[in-house]
């Protein structure tokens, strides 16, 4: 993991209150990896902006938004696909 995708997801995890980091770190891999049928450890990200951010690997390409409604838990959710 690079800095920025790491300061983001602080800020982030600052912004929703509950979630931990890694949480975010994971949930963000793990669903990337189920969309793209990938294994998440091949999957590269580039970050955005501070909600938004790129994912890409095996031959996919998404950009996944931080979603975060009312008292349900926060989702990282694909915005578009290539």
Not at 7 to 33: I, P
Not at 42 to 51: A, E, G, N, R, V
Request: with cysteine.
């Amino acid at each position: 993991m690079n800095l920025p995708l790491k300061s983001m997801l602080v800020a982030t995890s600052l912004l929703v209150g509950c979630l931990h980091e890694d949480d975010v770190n994971d949930m963000l891999f793990k669903r990337a990896g189920f969309d793209f049928q990938c294994d998440a450890k091949s999957l590269t990200y580039q970050k955005i902006d501070d909600m938004t951010v790129g994912m890409s690997g095996c031959g996919h390409r998404a950009t996944y938004i931080l979603v975060c409604a009312g008292h349900e838990p926060c989702r990282w959710v694909m915005n578009s696909t290539s």
